[in-house]
Nanobody
């Protein structure tokens, strides 16, 4: 059973930064890609960013390009989403998910990922 846990959310003013963490346990020996999605109130869950197993491939939604970066430390089974220059429209619950196929190109659709965390709330005040 794979367990994914996000952390690092919180309340921040516009222009500020947050770093989210995602720890995936139970995938020993599996080379998986990791994706971040978000869901704002009343909106559908949307793709934010993804990173391949060794981190050489990344993909970002247009709305966060140049502001967000994604990284991972496989020794810790942990991925990170660094969010800079945050805007009120970035307010959402952020979810982490894993792609056990480490697909190329990186997936951007919800159904292409399997294990999901419970999410962490990010609120950006204006």
């Amino acid at each position: 059973q794979v367990q994914v846990v996000e952390s690092g959310g919180g309340l921040v003013q516009a222009g500020g930064s947050l770093r989210l963490s995602c720890t995936a346990s139970g995938r020993t020996g599996s080379r998986y890609a990791m994706g971040w999605f978000r869901q704002a109130p009343g909106k559908e869950r949307e793709f934010v960013a993804a990173i391949s197993w060794v981190g050489g491939r990344t993909k970002f939604a247009d709305s966060v390009k140049g502001r967000f970066t994604i990284s991972r430390d496989n020794a810790k089974n942990t991925g990170y989403l660094q969010m800079n220059s945050l805007k009120p429209e970035d307010t959402a619950v952020y979810y982490c998910a894993s792609d056990p196929n480490n697909s190329n190109p990186l997936y951007t659709k919800l159904w292409q990922y399997d294990s999901w965390g419970q999410g962490t709330q990010v609120t950006v005040s204006s």
